[in-house]
């Protein structure tokens, strides 16, 4: 409550009062809008106000806004076409309207005010002790690894499978085709997929096979070519190493999947791994590889997408399957870590589900009260 | 019948066609469309990037710092398009390692800038859709409700990767996958009529727009 006053305060010192028109800074934000309130005019003819914005006092006023109603008493300055950033000094003019829009009288003029950025979003809140349990079970979780506890991951069928894929390739001497899809870097997916490949790319060099790792992104082009690089390095085989093995197709979701179909006929991969973000081409990807008979493993985290992986893949790793098989495959101390840390964070959201609802479900017939569902809004943040 | 007189109708006609030659099996007319649509879309792509960022967001902020005196402006240009311009050192072996910064700063970014909004939307947004609020046992969506809270909980059961499946935990994982095969069986269903509808959006570019047979 005290913080709740404190912040309050600091509210009402921070706005700029003049001439009946207020500005105020709006919270939790970067400093891209600002509230400007006023009292209402007394004029009956009136309709609504003209919203005057000054960013520049030798630029004079622009019309900002109309508001449509006259009981209306503050409005809200976030608008893409006339953008405002933290630091920049605006002043407001209102004036009332007639139905005609004829400005009837001035309401008042705001003094100078500065937008400015807020250090904490506290609508985040949540979130922020959200990241830090994870976090911090994390952390815990490495800091368990290194005195010596090992961790057990359950058997996930898809990744057994890595091993003698990669080595009927070998056995067949045809390359191992590597799709890790239509994502950026920013993709989860796609982050996921980078590092499973690191160890697919070693297994293959360990067995002087070929990997192709076509790609549609050039940033993940340049981190996929690293990585392969990385792994033959690491397999004692740099001089096996073939940049051509990595190689930018297209950035034309289509155009990828016409040049990758090519590659599977013309090269006829023995092993086609399909890791990462997919959407509409996952299907026509892994139709065309079924019908060269390549054994193939599919991973995604795109839920429409998977039932075609599903249907036509040998093996399919389902979303966090997905994020799973780097600690899986690698088995380095940290990334068992994480699984170990998600797990442990999958079991605190199952109890907060159940018991939540089990509360909502005593409250309909037992206390009946709306305190639950102010608790959970409260927690989520939710209107 | 009334065959399109426009060249580029008889253009798209023709590559949709190559393209679907595909479907009996590889051969030079599938090979040809395949790489005038990965070279149109790669010099597409191109000429977008030099455009609409290497212009507007490179190109002219350094002019206009340059020209305008504004050095902390132009630093704040030039440092980014600097560390982009260390991926061109791949091109060179002995330096080719400066590529791995800008490679790192991206890697760093992503992850952390997807913190924040996977919680929110993955854990947050879901977690709240799915608890029970406000149980009617008269109203069948509210048994609709109980239902996905079964489904959710069993669901997650099947991805604990650190539990051994077996006992309670193999047999709710269980039921968690029968509940993602059914998901996945609507969800097929959907897409395959969206899918469909596609085909005969092209079917119909064929026979209206090329060959004049629909009206």
Redesign the interface.
């Known amino acids: 409550m005290k913080i709740l006053t404190i912040s309050f305060a600091l509210l009402l010192s921070f706005s700029a009062v003049s001439g009946g028109v207020s500005v105020e800074d709006f919270p939790n934000d970067d400093g891209s809008s600002l509230i400007v309130r006023w009292n209402s005019t007394v004029n009956t003819e009136a309709a609504g106000y003209y919203v005057y914005r000054q960013d520049n006092p030798e630029d004079g006023y622009f019309l900002l806004s109309r508001i449509a109603s006259p009981a209306e008493t503050l409005f809200v300055d976030y608008d893409p076409r006339y953008p405002l950033s933290a630091g920049m000094n605006v002043s407001y003019k209102i004036v009332a309207i007639s139905h005609e829009e004829e400005e009837l009288e001035i309401l008042g003029e705001s003094s100078v005010f500065s937008s400015s950025a807020s250090f904490f979003n506290g609508t985040?809140t949540?979130?922020f002790f959200?990241?830090v349990i994870?976090f911090g079970l994390i952390l815990y979780f490495i800091n368990t690894i290194k005195k010596g506890k090992s961790?057990?991951?359950?058997k996930?069928a898809g990744l057994d499978a890595l091993d003698e894929a990669v080595g009927r390739a070998t056995e067949m001497g045809r390359p191992v085709l590597y799709v890790t899809g239509l994502g950026?870097?920013?993709d989860?997916a796609t982050?996921a997929s980078v590092n499973i490949l690191g160890p697919v790319a070693k297994k293959v060099a360990e067995y002087e096979s070929t990997i192709l790792v076509p790609n549609f992104d050039p940033?993940v082009y340049?981190?996929t070519?690293?990585v392969v690089k990385e792994a033959y390095l690491e397999a004692g085989r740099p001089d096996a190493y073939n940049p051509d093995q990595v190689f930018f197709?297209?950035?034309?979701q289509?155009?990828?999947v016409?040049?990758v179909?090519?590659i599977m006929?013309?090269e006829k991969p023995a092993t086609n791994l399909f890791l990462g973000m997919f959407y509409?081409e996952s299907?026509l990807l892994a139709e065309t590889g079924n019908q060269t008979g390549a054994i193939q493993i599919a991973g995604t985290d795109a839920?429409?997408q998977?039932?075609?992986f599903?249907?036509s893949c040998d093996y399919t790793l389902?979303?966090?399957?997905l994020y799973?098989a780097s600690a899986?495959l690698s088995r380095d101390p940290v990334l068992c870590a994480t699984?170990?840390a998600?797990?442990i964070e999958?079991?605190l959201?199952?109890i907060?589900?159940?018991s939540?609802?089990i509360l909502?479900?005593l409250n309909?017939f037992f206390f009946k009260s709306d305190i639950?569902?102010r608790l959970?809004s409260a927690f989520?943040r939710?209107e | 019948m009334q065959l399109s007189t426009s060249i580029w109708v008889w253009i798209a006609a023709f590559l949709t066609l190559t393209i679907y030659s595909f479907l009996y099996k590889d051969n030079p007319l599938y090979r040809f469309a395949e790489h005038v649509f990965v070279g149109a879309s790669v010099g597409w792509s191109i000429a977008i990037v030099w455009h609409m960022t290497a212009i507007p967001y490179i190109g002219i902020p350094l002019r206009d710092a340059f020209v305008q005196r504004n050095w902390p402006g132009l630093i704040y240009v030039a440092i980014p398009t600097l560390l982009g311009c260390l991926y061109f050192f791949r091109f060179f072996p002995k330096q080719s390692w400066l590529a791995r910064w800008p490679i790192a700063l991206m890697m760093g970014y992503y992850c952390g800038i997807s913190i924040s909004p996977s919680i929110e939307t993955n854990i947050f947004t879901q977690v709240q859709g799915t608890i029970l609020t406000g149980f009617n046992p008269t109203s069948l969506s509210s048994w609709w409700a109980l239902l996905l809270l079964i489904g959710v909980v069993s669901t997650l059961f099947y991805f604990f990767f650190s539990l051994k499946h077996e006992g309670i935990v193999g047999k709710t994982s269980r039921l968690g996958i029968w509940f993602v095969m059914i998901a996945f069986g609507a969800s097929f269903g959907y897409t395959v009529m969206a899918r469909v509808s596609l085909l005969i959006g092209r079917i119909q570019f064929l026979l209206h727009d090329w060959l004049g047979i629909l009206k």
């Open positions: 985040k949540n979130t959200a990241t994870a961790l057990f991951i359950r996930i950026y870097m920013e989860i982050v940033i340049t981190v070519s690293e197709i297209s950035e034309h289509f155009a990828y016409a040049a179909n090519g006929l013309r509409a299907l839920v429409t998977l039932p075609f599903v249907t389902i979303g966090e399957e799973a899986y699984i170990k998600q797990d999958k079991g959201l199952m907060l589900l159940v939540l609802s909502s479900i309909v639950v569902w959970i989520f939710v």
